[in-house]
C-alpha cells in the first residue's frame, strides 16, 4: 500500500536499527477484506472475522507428482556456494522464465545461506521470506540470522532467495529516483477532478515505466511461479521436504507452495498470514480496519504517556490526527531535508509505526515535532517505508510489489468512479486510512499485463502440519486472515498472539517462540487453537 523526530532527536541511525528489525510486510494495492478486522481470537461474527472463506473462492489444485521433462535441467543443476560477506555463502540458478515454455529465456536468481552450526547433526535447510512482496530475502537473512534459536542455526542451514524480480534476482526497476519522489506525493485523498486526475496520471506512469524497463518479464513475476522456483531451490539444496518460516506476504508465497506441492511440505510456518480466499477489493479493506485496529491501539498507549503528543483519549488522538492532515493537505511543512513533508508522506509515516510497537516511541517523537512545525520525523518513517535511500535512489520493494501484486489478483477497481463509490466503505472501516487506501487501490487498473490469479483457497491435502501465526492486533495482515487460512488447510495449526504489530515470531514474546522453535527442532507442531499473550 502506499501508505504507511524529533522533539529531542533520535539518531537517524537508532531509527534504522529499529526499522531494520521489520519485515517488508506491506501490500501495496493487495488483498486485505470485508469488514473490520477482530481485535481478539472471538471478537466478530461476520464471514471474513470468523476464517469462513468466501464461498466463490476455488481450490488452488496440486500439480502432477510427474514433473515435465522440460524441467528435467532446472532440477538437475548444482549450486556452486562461493564466500560472501561475512560468514555467509552465495550461489546463483537457473529457472524458466515461463513454465509453461521451459528451456527459452531463463531467469537467474540470487541465494545465500548461513551454513548449520553442527554440520554432524544437520537436519536441512530452513528457508526464510521476510515479505512484501518485494522483500529481499536475502538481505532479511543476512540481517537477522544471529537472532535465530541456537538451536535452529546448529541444526540448519538458514536460507534465503530473493525470488523473480526482487532484490538481487532479476530486479524489476519502474522509475528513476526523482519521479519516485513525486509518486510519493500524490494526494491520495482527492478533494476534485484534478487531484483524482493527477492519480490516474501517476499511475500510468509508474505502470509504463515498469513495462519499459523490465520487458517480459513484467508478466512472469506471480507467486505461483515463485514458489516453483521455490520447489526447485528445495531440490538443489538436498531436501526432500521444503522447511520454511514465511512472514507477511511470505505466508502467500509458503500457502502457495503446500497447494502447489502438498506431498513436499516439511516443516512449514506461516506467520502474519494472508488470506488466498479473497479477492484484492475485499482485502484492501480489511486490511485499511487493520491499521485502523494498530492506530487505537497505539493511541491508548500514547494516553498513558506524560510526552503523548496527541491528547489523553482515542477519540481526542483522532481528532488531532485528522486536524494534522488538513493542515498538510493545506500546506506541506519544511523538514531537514529539501523536501516537504506531504498529507500523504505523513499518512504513509504514520502508517509505517503501526508495523512495531517498537517504532511507536519515534511515532510520538515525529508527530510531535510535526505539531511544532517540522515535518523531518514522518519524512523519515515515511522514507523507509517506500525504501528510500540516502542518495535519492530507491529499493526495488515497492516496484517488485507492485508487479506482483497486480498479477496475483484482478485490479479491485476498474477506473476512479468505482474507487469514488467504494470510499465511504473504506471510511467506515478506516476513518483516518480508508480513503487513501481506497485510492491506492487503483494503481492495477492501468498495469500492462492482466492478472493471472484470482481468489482460491488452499486445502493443500495429504501434508504435513503447517504452523499458521496471527497476531490479534497485527495492521497489515488481520487476524482474521490467519484463522481463514488455517482453516482452508488440511493440516493447519493455528497458533495466535494477542497483541501488537506486524508478525509474531521473533518478536520477543517467548510462549510464542518456544512454540515455533520445539516445532522446527522437534517436530511437534503447537495444538490448534493455542493462544499466547503479550
Aim: hydrophobic share 40%; net charge negative.
Amino acid at each position: 500500500m502506499r501508505v504507511a523526530r524529533s522533539r529531542r532527536s533520535v539518531s537517524a541511525a537508532a531509527l534504522a536499527a529499529a526499522l531494520s528489525l521489520l519485515l517488508a510486510g506491506c501490500s501495496s494495492g493487495h488483498p486485505t477484506s470485508s469488514g473490520t478486522p477482530s481485535g481478539s481470537p472471538d471478537s466478530s461474527t461476520d464471514s471474513v472475522a470468523t476464517g469462513a472463506p468466501p464461498s466463490g473462492a476455488t481450490p488452488l489444485e496440486p500439480l502432477p507428482v510427474q514433473r515435465p521433462a522440460g524441467l528435467d535441467p532446472y532440477y538437475a543443476q548444482k549450486l556452486s556456494w562461493r564466500a560472501c560477506d561475512s560468514g555467509f555463502e552465495c550461489a546463483t540458478f537457473k529457472v524458466p522464465l515461463d513454465y509453461a515454455h521451459p528451456g527459452g529465456r531463463d531467469v537467474e536468481l540470487s541465494v545465500v545461506r548461513k551454513p548449520a552450526g553442527d554440520p554432524a547433526h544437520r537436519v536441512g535447510s530452513l528457508l526464510l521470506n521476510p515479505g512484501g512482496p518485494g522483500g529481499s530475502a536475502v538481505d532479511y537473512l543476512e540481517r537477522v540470522a544471529a537472532r535465530y534459536d541456537a538451536g535452529v542455526r546448529s541444526d540448519y542451514d538458514l536460507v534465503g532467495f530473493d525470488p523473480r524480480g526482487v532484490g538481487r534476482s532479476a530486479p524489476i526497476t519502474c522509475l528513476t529516483g526523482d519521479r519516485m519522489d513525486a509518486y510519493t506525493t500524490v494526494d491520495l485523498t482527492p478533494d476534485d477532478q484534478g487531484e483524482i486526475d493527477a492519480v490516474v496520471t501517476a499511475d500510468k506512469e509508474l505502470a509504463a515505466g515498469c513495462r519499459a524497463e523490465a520487458g517480459d518479464l513484467l508478466g512472469h513475476v506471480s507467486t505461483v511461479e515463485a514458489a516453483r522456483d521455490m520447489d526447485v531451490l528445495r531440490e538443489l539444496v538436498g531436501d526432500r521436504k521444503l522447511n520454511y518460516v514465511g512472514k507477511s506476504y511470505g505466508t502467500f508465497l509458503g500457502a502457495t507452495y503446500a497447494g502447489l506441492f502438498p506431498g513436499k511440505v516439511g516443516k512449514v510456518v506461516l506467520d502474519g498470514a494472508m488470506d488466498p480466499s479473497l479477492d484484492a477489493a475485499t482485502g484492501n479493506l480489511t486490511q485499511a480496519g487493520g491499521f485502523e485496529t494498530a492506530w487505537t491501539a497505539f493511541a491508548k498507549d500514547c494516553a498513558k504517556r506524560d510526552d503523548c503528543p496527541v491528547g489523553r483519549s482515542v477519540e481526542e488522538a483522532g481528532k488531532k490526527l485528522t486536524a494534522l492532515f488538513a493542515q498538510l493537505d493545506a500546506k506541506p511543512l519544511p523538514t531537514e531535508q529539501n523536501r516537504p513533508l506531504t498529507e500523504p508522506q505523513a499518512l504513509t509515516g504514520v502508517a509505517e509505526a503501526m508495523y512495531a510497537e517498537s517504532l511507536w516511541p519515534y511515532l510520538r517523537e515525529a508527530l510531535t515535532t510535526a505539531q511544532a512545525g517540522d515535518g523531518s520525523g514522518l519524512l523519515k518513517l515515511a522514507d523507509s517505508y517506500y525504501g528510500r535511500n540516502a542518495d535519492g535512489s530507491y529499493d526495488n520493494l515497492m516496484y517488485a510489489n507492485s508487479a506482483v501484486n497486480c498479477l496475483d489478483l484482478p485490479a479491485p477497481f476498474a477506473d476512479p468512479a468505482a474507487v469514488a463509490a467504494a470510499v465511504p466503505a473504506f471510511e467506515k472501516a478506516a476513518p483516518h486510512f480508508g480513503r487513501n487506501m481506497a485510492w491506492m487501490a487503483l494503481s492495477c487498473a492501468y498495469w500492462p499485463d492482466r492478472a493471472t490469479g484470482a481468489p482460491h483457497t488452499v486445502r493443500a491435502a495429504g501434508s504435513d502440519p503447517i504452523v499458521v501465526v496471527g497476531t490479534t492486533r497485527d495492521p497489515a495482515t488481520p487476524y482474521a486472515w490467519a484463522k481463514s487460512l488455517a482453516g482452508q488447510l488440511e493440516a493447519g495449526r493455528l497458533l495466535t498472539y494477542e497483541g501488537d504489530g506486524h508478525t509474531a515470531y521473533q518478536r520477543q514474546n517467548a510462549c510464542i517462540d518456544d512454540a515455533i522453535n520445539d516445532y522446527l527442532l522437534g517436530g511437534q507442531a503447537p495444538a490448534n487453537g493455542k493462544v499466547c499473550k503479550d
